[in-house]
């Protein structure tokens, strides 16, 4: 018996095994096609082509290959049909309820009138060419046509808004005309595809007249319902949620629970009576209340659910059910086919946004980059052509043909934009962030981060010599750079739900900062005519720490950032090692902000208690030439302005006629590079020295010099002198010849060769040194504004 038992189990092992191996080879395939959409998204992320894009690729791929088609099997592929439709229904739900329906009855603004003049052309191109090529193969061709023509004339808002935002021009006009125009186009698109199932429901032409009456009543009837309890009856139940669970609580089960059923509910209001369900998703979420916590999860929680699960599913069905090695490529009436749709597509989207941009007034070559960017397709109008295919309105041709017209429309976005950038730097002046290209009519805005305590009282007589005239006056955002520790990290505390910045609890942290605000405070009641103080936090990984303090001096338009040397002064007056991660931050700083930077090594400046006629601050500011000598000597103008500030410009001129002058000034620069700095250089000092010097306001000297060893002597020279603060540039000179050699023996590389000597560590002085480096024009747009307008 025991043999028996023995031979049964291996029997029942025989029997399972094969049966468990094919069912896990059906899950290959979907986790070949999520790693392999990734990985095709990564290879094309240089291009800025987004995930439709490399899933539209690995899904058509995969579903040609036979091997994937058996592995999966037909069950395998009619669940997936089954997601696709559910996932489908869910876009148009999140893609309803994220528009608004009530700007339709409001005077059209211009993003509308282009979105509707754009839609109108196309509708009408199509509606007169595609009845005559034969793509559908159904007998009824007027609803087939109109569905056509409508889908054609819309576009995908959530995949060009993503586009759009991702590709840095959201903020500029033709951004926010291209994402107002594509919503406004969408909205109608769809609300005529909504309207257009009541009047022309599927195989209307096989029913009697009063038969295709009745289901017109009926399905109008409970569409009309549905749209009135979501636009009356949802606001009251939405409110009572959103009232029951403020911002800043966690969502009750409970009302979550009930909000997503109430959602269902309302959306399978019309299906009961014969409806689309698609269509009827899209309404719902359309006139439920887009506000409020409850409409805002659904709409983050579906959005990421469909991008992360979904998305690459739906494309693999897609693959699946369209077989690319049936494409009658070789037929010319498919090109032909193919070639006119994207015709349509294309001419009709340009054709009507130009004729009515140049009635608006807008330029031309503009709007035929609005144009383009408004044929881009979505995911619906790839489910449309695979959907017809299904109900054998169309063959697998059309159908592969329809999604390459929404390939090739999502595919050139990325290269449009970048034409609209080039032509926008060509026209429009680029804004840069830095002390030389500021208006004499605007405030100054600094950014002076501290490490701790030690560093304000030279901060703050940074800001008192930078403050400049009363009017506009200086704004100063005094700043902590703060490591974030595991420590710390755990006293942090969020107040509101999805806030920017947590509030940090830790007692040295809290602390600290109150120290610092109260110092400030006091200086600015005391000597605060013309000075607005803010108080910032840069709280971060030392990794991090550099870019949020370059995104927070972007968003507070800052045109200087103040930066405290890594190293601090020993009592002997040398430097001692510094700290390297602020000396990481401070370096990374200077090759990434998109304002200027000023390091300032103190040696003695924050003990001087105040400045003024009585005890004057001796301050001298070098100028050799280039970029960041003249920002210094920008900055240098504020500074001559205060009263209790005795300033000296020491400018160092080349020797020609010395027997130790180099022969060859610069290698890496041409003749007519050297020529065009030393212009502007001259005319920078020409105007400084009109502005302050020829009065007398500002002492003046020269210094001759045939080499950089002559350099090096003349600066360690004048830290025998009793300058308090020397000003000087951090590089940026393409005349090199003073300098030439200075870097070969540097310790920090980050102060440029003539701060490097001033500062060295190993040297006794009470001179501080400034070094500036003006800002350096890169970044997503080279410079150029997010805000750009050329329309």
Do not use: M
């Given at each position: 018996m025991m043999v028996q038992a023995s031979g049964g189990n291996l029997q029942c092992i025989n029997f399972v095994s094969p049966d468990m191996v094919n069912e896990w080879t059906k899950f290959v395939p979907l986790i070949l096609m999520y790693v392999l959409s990734r990985i095709a998204h990564h290879i094309l992320r240089p291009l800025s082509q987004p995930y439709i894009t490399s899933d539209i690729i690995i899904g058509l791929c995969m579903g040609a290959l036979q091997l994937v088609r058996k592995s999966l099997g037909d069950q395998i592929i009619l669940i997936l049909e089954n997601i696709a439709d559910f996932g489908m229904i869910c876009y148009m739900f999140v893609l309803g309820l994220e528009m608004d329906p009530f700007v339709i009855f409001k005077p059209p603004m211009r993003d509308a009138m282009l979105a509707y003049a754009g839609m109108l052309t196309t509708l009408?191109?199509?509606?007169a060419i595609t009845?005559?090529?034969?793509?559908?193969?159904?007998?009824?061709?007027?609803?087939?046509?109109?569905?056509?023509?409508v889908s054609l004339s819309g576009n995908g808002s959530h995949v060009l808004t993503r586009l759009i935002t991702n590709l840095k021009i959201g903020k500029s006009d033709v951004g926010k005309l291209g994402i107002g125009a594509a919503v406004h186009s969408d909205m109608i698109t769809m609300l005529l595809l909504s309207i257009g199932f009541v009047l022309f429901p599927p195989g209307y032409l096989t029913t009697t007249p009063q038969e295709r009456l009745k289901d017109t009543i009926k399905m109008g009837s409970a569409l009309m319902i549905q749209t009135i309890l979501a636009a009356k009856l949802s606001p009251i139940f939405m409110n009572w949620v959103n009232n029951e669970n403020p911002e800043g609580k966690t969502l009750k089960g409970s009302h979550l629970v009930l909000s997503m059923a109430f959602m269902v509910i309302i959306c399978s209001c019309a299906p009961w009576y014969g409806y689309s369900p698609f269509m009827s998703a899209f309404m719902a979420g359309l006139f439920l209340p887009s506000e409020g916590r409850i409409s805002k999860w659904a709409i983050s929680k579906i959005n990421y659910t469909l991008t992360i699960l979904f998305y690459p599913l739906f494309f693999l069905w897609i693959g699946c059910r369209l077989d690319l090695g049936a494409f009658?490529?070789?037929k010319p009436i498919t090109w032909a086919n193919f070639f006119i749709l994207l015709l349509i597509t294309t001419l009709g989207k340009v054709v009507g946004t130009v004729i009515c941009g140049i009635m608006l007034g807008f330029h031309w070559p503009e709007l035929i980059s609005l144009g383009l960017l408004l044929t881009a397709k979505g995911h619906f109008h790839v489910y449309f052509g695979v959907y017809a295919f299904?109900?054998?309105s169309i063959d697998n041709t059309t159908s592969l043909s329809m999604l390459f017209v929404v390939f090739l429309s999502?595919?050139?976005i990325p290269f449009l934009v970048n034409c609209i950038i080039e032509r926008a730097r060509q026209r429009v002046p680029i804004h840069r962030m830095a002390l030389q290209w500021l208006e004499p009519t605007s405030e100054l805005r600094i950014l002076l981060c501290f490490h701790g305590p030690h560093n304000v009282p030279s901060l703050i007589n940074s800001t008192e010599i930078s403050r400049g005239r009363p009017n506009p006056g200086i704004v100063v955002y005094v700043t902590d750079m703060i490591e974030l520790t595991d420590e710390i990290a755990a006293t942090l505390v969020r107040n509101n739900e999805g806030a920017k910045t947590p509030t940090v609890t830790d007692k040295s942290v809290t602390e600290m900062r109150d120290q610092v605000t109260h110092m400030f405070q006091s200086y600015v009641d005391e000597n605060g005519e013309g000075i607005t103080l803010r108080r910032m936090l840069a709280l971060s990984t030392f990794n991090d720490m550099a870019q949020d303090i370059s995104a927070l001096a972007e968003d507070l338009m800052v045109c200087l950032i103040i930066l405290p040397f890594h190293k601090n002064m020993n009592a002997d007056g040398t430097l001692d090692g510094g700290h390297p991660g602020f000396r990481y931050v401070n370096r990374k700083l200077l090759r990434n902000a998109k304002c200027s930077i000023g390091i300032l090594v103190d040696r003695g400046f924050g003990s001087v208690q105040k400045i003024s006629k009585a005890s004057p601050l001796m301050v001298a500011i070098i100028f050799i030439g280039g970029k960041d000598d003249r920002e210094a000597l920008t900055y240098a103008g504020r500074v001559a302005w205060h009263p209790g500030v005795k300033l000296t410009v020491i400018r160092f001129l080349v020797?020609?006629?010395?027997?130790?002058a180099p022969r060859r000034v610069n290698r890496r620069a041409s003749v007519a590079e050297q020529e065009e700095e030393m212009k502007l250089d001259d005319e920078s000092f020409a105007l400084f020295y009109e502005r302050y010097i020829a009065g007398g306001n500002v002492a003046y000297t020269e210094k001759h010099l045939a080499n950089s060893s002559e350099t090096f002597n003349t600066l360690r020279s004048l830290q025998e002198q009793e300058y308090s603060l020397i000003i000087v540039g951090q590089g940026g000179r393409v005349n090199t010849v003073l300098t030439m050699g200075l870097n070969d023996w540097q310790?920090?590389?980050e102060l440029g060769p003539v701060g490097d000597v001033l500062s060295g560590s190993g040297i006794s002085s009470k001179t501080s040194i400034l070094i500036i480096q003006q800002q350096s024009l890169k970044g997503q747009l080279d410079g150029l504004s997010d805000e750009f307008s050329i329309m």
């Open positions: 009408i191109l199509a509606c009845p005559w090529l034969h793509y559908s193969l159904d007998p009824d061709v007027i609803r087939f046509t109109l569905c056509l023509a009658k490529g070789l299904r109900k054998q999502v595919v050139q020797d020609k006629n010395s027997e130790n310790q920090c590389p």
